[in-house]
């Protein structure tokens, strides 16, 4: 095997696992970056720059916030479809991204009302749907579906970087150099990110440059051959899809698939994983400023316990998603999650009886507990789904033209994580000034524990039958 003399330069290293693995890692990094990097100034800037009256900041707030997932969740499908349909390389899309993120820091610099702070948002938002989405197809191309566990939890540890050192530098930038400092370090990530993107060469792509030899690949024996493939058959057939019989699944086959339970339940573990996250960014930053006069710097230290637990567990949840499957990832992390929201209720009721430093000790303990379950639950819901949809490709190759509908999948995934994102901040901000902090976690908690008990009854739902039926025929 060789390759052609029209060779790009570095093809070797630009096609690599671990590059294109890092090209993806950095995009979700500069988005989450740029996205935590405003959360500790929202409050400020919209105090300072905007002239938002206090009673209006919090709504406010979810608001902005809201505005960024709801701009994801409508271009999520969008660009799911388009790297499908452009499945002979997925760059421009993935560039394009990038473009929409350079244009949104540069309004958040410059913007000095709602309305164009609100336009940056959005496209802010529209960015990371289509990093999302490409950059997680891109994953399971490079790396496979049996090693995706540890690869998104890794991913998403490194991201998590972002989430645990952006809203302190950005409260630090902010309170030592104002706008300028807090968007110059936004300009320069983008820098990189477009650099390596650009450099980057998928594997497909590759491909085309090597040139097969004329000697015959190694081959099963027939006998062989014909045993995988009967036993393959026979354990995908309950995956079979019914002919599609109206127009839109003709051309998305894919909707087809997302009647399975287990699909369903994957993407719902998704949702409410988004929710988590939107309800921390929104409260946390008020939280610190009106309970414990912080200002934007110190409001920004608290992601610092609640970042590190994800960053240092992610990739080990990860390896156990891999190895042991989502189940038990699954219904563990998310029962977890019910007594550490509940806990945090904790600093608010003691408040008379311990001094003001114990409780923020107390609370920041409390929200490393609770980086601990985002750690459990990083990967179990993009793993679960591409479980299900690999084995429904498998199963119905013709149906889907013989390209795995990745893209699209993750396309909707990242819709409803997006959509996660929306409910979030506005469904915490408003729990919160009506119920309280306390009584807000405490109907998160509620829905981590429906979430448990549905993963336990759907998640690898059809896996453990199909285990079952094979130890049945055995036997």
């Known amino acids: 095997m060789g390759v052609s003399q029209s060779t790009p330069i570095g093809l070797g290293w630009r096609s690599n696992s671990f590059f294109i693995c890092f090209t993806v890692g950095i995009g979700a990094f500069t988005d989450m970056f740029l996205y935590g990097l405003i959360v500790p100034v929202l409050p400020f800037m919209l105090q300072d720059r905007v002239k938002i009256p206090d009673s209006e900041m919090q709504n406010t707030i979810s608001y902005l916030l809201a505005i960024y997932a709801f701009a994801s969740c409508l271009t999520s499908p969008i660009a799911g479809i388009l790297a499908d349909r452009l499945s002979s390389s997925r760059q421009l899309p993935f560039l394009l991204g990038l473009v929409l993120l350079f244009l949104s820091t540069i309004l958040l610099a410059v ?130 899809l019914p002919e599609p019989k109206q127009r839109i699944t003709r051309m998305f086959p894919i909707l087809l698939v997302l009647r399975d339970p287990g699909l369903l339940t994957a993407l719902f573990m998704g949702v409410i994983q988004a929710i988590l996250l939107g309800s921390f960014d929104a409260t946390v930053p008020l939280v610190a400023s009106s309970r414990y006069g912080f200002d934007s710097f110190k409001s920004g230290l608290l992601f610092f316990p609640l970042g590190g637990a994800d960053l240092l567990l992610g990739p080990v949840f990860g390896w156990c998603v891999d ?153």
């Open 111 to 240: 913007g000095r009302s709602v309305p164009v702070l609100a336009v940056a948002r959005f496209l802010q938002g529209a960015s990371g749907g289509t990093v999302w989405t490409i950059g997680l197809a891109l994953l399971i191309e490079t790396v496979g579906q049996e090693n995706l566990g540890k690869t998104i939890g890794t991913i998403f540890s490194f991201v998590s970087i972002a989430g645990l050192f952006s809203p302190v530098i950005g409260g630090l930038l902010y309170a030592k150099t104002g706008y300028i400092g807090v968007f110059g370090i936004g300009i320069a990530l983008i820098t990189i990110d477009f650099f390596m993107r650009l450099l980057m060469i998928e594997k497909k792509v590759a491909s085309k440059y090597v040139v097969v030899s004329s000697e015959p690949p190694e081959t099963l024996t027939p006998t062989e051959n014909t045993s995988l493939l009967s036993q393959s058959s026979a354990n995908l057939s309950h995956y079979r």
């Open 323 to 475: 190895h042991w499957g989502t189940k038990l990832v699954s219904v563990l992390g998310f029962t977890f999650f019910v007594p550490a929201l509940v806990l945090l209720r904790l600093p608010a009721e003691v408040a008379t009886d311990l001094e003001l430093s114990h409780q923020i000790a107390l609370y920041a303990c409390l929200l490393a507990v609770n980086g601990i379950g985002l750690a459990m639950i990083n990967s179990t819901s993009i793993v679960e789904a591409g479980n299900v949809l690999e084995k429904y490709w498998k199963a119905n190759s013709e149906l889907f033209e013989g390209q795995a509908p990745y893209a699209q999948l993750y396309g909707i995934h990242s819709m409803l994580w997006s959509a996660g994102l929306t409910v979030g901040p506005l469904v915490s901000g408003f729990l919160r000034e009506e119920i309280g902090y306390g009584n807000m976690n405490a109907v998160l908690a509620s829905m981590c524990a429906i979430t448990a008990v549905l993963a336990a009854l759907f998640v690898g739902r059809k896996e453990e039958a199909k285990e079952s039926r094979d130890r049945e025929e055995n036997n």
